[in-house]
């Protein structure tokens, strides 16, 4: 029985770099420049016409919820809440990622949803418990911004706004929000700055390379291997008593198309199976980046730990309960003092401070002229 | 155009508007047919009481909107004939509306519902689907409506009482519902009805006189007729494009937008609203909008498709004018008496209200996990 569970664990491993985890690793350079999709260049003004239109609420139902809504650049471009906040008269009902190095992700949201920060932003913006945006709507209140008409006009030259060209002018700012090396300690150690990590990271980047294996799945530059696993993270304690919470995750489950069962015995968040139709991938979540902990907490899919020592407490004990969690999530051992090493070592992938980012002035919306609507305006 | 063009646009524009309804003063009347009258209400509508009833409590809930903060009744007030007395109304949080609010009363017996006539009248629970998820009104995902109503106990008592104790909501059976308590609400019954169905009514003169002349005369009974004094088919009055909206970004955006979504051609430069052309997409229906009912009047002021007119008077006078520029109102020259019937006879179809019972939205519930 248990040679069958490790020739199934080491099969289903081959392609994960299994090995990875055994050999002590060199160092993850720093992230590489990122790239952006050949249908999306970057340019200085695309990119400002992103963060405006980042921190633009117009771009939501009500007008009330613009990306920065969820995104504070004062939270490290997420949330303090375990699950977001949602849309006015919702609840999300997942945690708000950070938007720093999520141009390095494949897949983005939780589940891996969808394969590009342009498909991410329209997404958020239309779902009915994120942004509740109508397309046609939130277009044409674009083109009645005349700063915005301006500027689409100079990027993308059309003779107005098209909702299309916003979200890509949001994903070029986003894939601006990178982590500057010289600013992060470890990459600063990588780099040859010796006193750039205490002893104590340098234990906990030992442990994180080593012993507690966590590098097998945060792995690279990113510290994260773009793949999916399932480690059983609790229930939020409140998912039984938040009345918001149980609608959108019955939402969730129903207009995802889950079974009449799933639909009607719970509200658990089934993670990648939304995609696969496949129950062993039940409660898998994309591996999140290790990059900028220190300033976006609370922590996994549902904001379920506070601290990073809650996580590394976790993962200590093995991960929780969850049909799919992988043979390879085992007690780890700990003692106090390795805990506090690992912690030390994640706070040191964290930029010392963030750079400030001032919520920009918005452009005014104005009526279009009336008279002589057809001759030229 | 030629005069060969305009004719062949105007055959087409009668083959469209025989399929799609919504429009049109040039379709010949039927030879045998009788002249159009002012008729008597008809008797009240079967419905299913506790299916009305749910509709009730849904027609007060603002959970029915995408933020949880506008019901039906937000611009369908009781107390204002289930209008909302403003010029142009408010439309959803963020957005502002580009034309007045219709009061409901005896909406089942409109044959077209909304200013340009794009909802079939007899398919109310698809008009009032349209409201709920539509962006400009209450901009709600429909199952998400549903999931709220599981979790709100009233609402479910309400729901089981209609459907059963083994159904389970769902959303186009809550929209149904709202359409049936839609289908209760009559304007009263008046001393004109009673005339009108041939009952022995001591009628004053003056009302008298203003029948007549609505039948003849003033020439009202040619778009008003039937019985809530509409044709239901769409007008020109040449009303003037409202500076309420050419100057209010907000609502030149919503009505820009529904010119989108209703897939006008070069709809950026259409700024003013375009009426039952969006519909029917034939010139000769631009600014023609569908004739409102007379039934409960002083009570659903302002007036006209964008409550441009606030009083009663203002309305006859603009009508006896001939309306305004290109409008399809030939002018009528009244004497100041015959004036004053016609107002009295508008006067009379608008009796007091009866009460209609709001219902106060109840709390959510938390419900027990495995019995969603």
């Known amino acids: 029985m248990r040679a069958r569970v490790a020739a199934a664990v080491g099969v289903a491993l081959l392609g994960f770099g299994a090995a990875r985890a055994q050999v002590p690793a060199a160092p993850p ?23 405006l239109l980042f921190w633009d609420p117009r771009l939501s139902g009500n007008g009330s919820t613009a990306c920065a809504s969820c995104h504070l650049p004062a939270l490290g471009m997420g949330e303090r809440s375990t699950v977001s906040r949602g849309y006015p008269g919702t609840i999300h009902w997942r945690n708000s990622q950070t938007i720093w190095n999520a141009a390095h992700y494949e897949r983005l949201f939780w589940d891996g949803a969808v394969g590009s920060l342009e498909a991410q932003a329209q997404s958020a913006a239309t779902g009915a418990v994120a942004g509740n945006g109508n397309p046609a709507m939130m277009e044409m ?6 700063e915005y008409v301006r500027r689409f006009r100079a990027v993308f030259g059309t003779e107005w706004p098209r909702l299309t060209h916003a979200w890509q002018a949001i994903a070029a700012f986003e894939r601006t929000l990178v982590s500057d090396p010289a600013r992060v300690p470890f990459d600063r150690w990588v780099a040859g700055d010796r006193d750039a990590l205490s002893p104590a990271a340098q234990r906990g980047w030992a442990l994180f390379s080593g012993k507690a294996g966590c590098i097998r799945c945060h792995e690279g530059p990113l510290f994260a291997d773009q793949r999916f696993h399932a480690l059983g ?16 995750a019955r939402w969730q489950n ?36 290790l990059r900028e902990l220190r300033h976006t907490a609370p922590y996994m899919h549902n904001g379920a730990f506070a601290t990073l020592r809650e996580v590394v407490d976790f993962f200590d004990r093995g991960g929780g309960d969850a049909a799919a969690k992988p043979a390879w999530l085992q007690p780890l051992g700990l003692s106090d003092d390795d805990k506090r090493d690992l912690v030390a070592f994640l706070e040191s992938l964290s930029m010392d401070e963030l750079p400030a980012m001032p919520a920009p002035e918005l452009p005014p919306t104005r009526p279009l002229p009336v008279a002589g609507a057809r001759d030229g305006r | ?15 469209l508007l025989a399929a799609a309804a919504p429009a049109g003063a040039e379709k010949p009347p039927a030879p045998t047919a009788r002249p159009p009258a002012l008729q008597a209400l008809p008797p009240q509508a079967r419905v299913d009481t506790a299916l009305a009833e749910l509709g009730r409590q849904l027609f007060f809930e603002p959970r029915l909107s995408g933020d949880g903060s506008r019901s039906c009744a937000s611009c369908h007030e009781p107390a204002r004939g289930f209008a909302d007395g403003q010029p142009l109304s408010r439309g959803y949080n963020g957005s502002e509306y580009f034309r007045n609010a219709p009061g409901l009363l005896s909406v089942r017996l409109k044959t077209r519902l909304t200013w340009d006539g794009r909802l079939d009248g007899a398919d109310l629970a698809t008009a009032v689907r349209d409201m709920v998820t539509e962006a400009h009104f209450m901009n709600a995902d429909a199952r998400l409506v549903q999931e709220r109503v599981r979790q709100i106990p009233a609402l479910m008592q309400a729901w089981q ?16 519902a709202i359409a049936e308590y839609l289908r209760t609400l009559d304007a009263p019954d008046t001393p004109v009805d009673r005339h009108l169905r041939g009952e022995r009514v001591a009628l004053p003169p003056a009302l008298r006189e203003g029948l007549a002349l609505f039948h003849g005369k003033a020439g009202c009974a040619r778009c008003h007729h039937g019985p809530l004094g509409s044709d239901g088919r769409a007008h020109r009055l040449g009303v003037p494009a409202s500076p309420a909206i050419a100057g209010d970004a907000l609502r030149m955006i919503t009505l820009l937008r529904h010119h989108a979504t209703m897939g006008v051609p070069g709809y950026m430069d259409e700024r003013e609203d375009l009426g039952a052309f969006v519909v029917s997409k034939v010139d000769a229906d631009r600014g023609r909008f569908v004739t ?7 009570h659903t002021a302002p007036y006209l498709h964008d409550g441009s007119l606030a009083t009663l008077e203002e309305v006859l006078d603009f009508h006896l004018r001939g309306g305004g520029a290109a409008g399809e109102l030939a002018p009528v020259a009244l004497e100041a008496r015959e004036r004053a019937a016609l107002l009295a006879l508008l006067r009379a179809l608008s009796p007091p209200l009866p009460a209609h019972p709001e219902s106060v939205p109840q709390d959510y519930a938390v419900l027990p996990r495995g019995r969603r």
């Open chain 1, 29 to 51: 350079g720093t992230l590489p420049p990122v790239v952006a999709p050949a249908d999306n260049p970057g340019s200085a003004a695309k990119v400002e016409l992103g963060r």
């Open chain 1, 233 to 248: 993270v609790p229930r939020l304690p409140q998912a039984d008593a938040h009345v918001l919470l149980q609608v959108t």
């Open chain 1, 254 to 289: 129903l207009q995802r198309g889950v079974s009449r069962e799933q639909y009607a015995s719970g509200d658990d968040d089934l993670g990648l199976e939304y995609l696969t139709r496949d129950a062993r991938d039940r409660g898998k979540f994309r591996t999140p980046s």
């Open chain 1, 141 to 146: 209140r674009l083109r009645f911004v005349p």
């Open chain 2, 292 to 298: 409102p009912s007379l039934r409960i009047l002083t």
């Open chain 2, 161 to 176: 009482r209609a459907a059963g104790d083994a159904s389970e909501p769902y959303a186009p059976r809550l929209f149904t």
């Open chain 2, 1 to 15: 155009m030629s005069g060969g063009a305009r004719a062949r646009a105007a055959c087409a524009a009668i083959l």
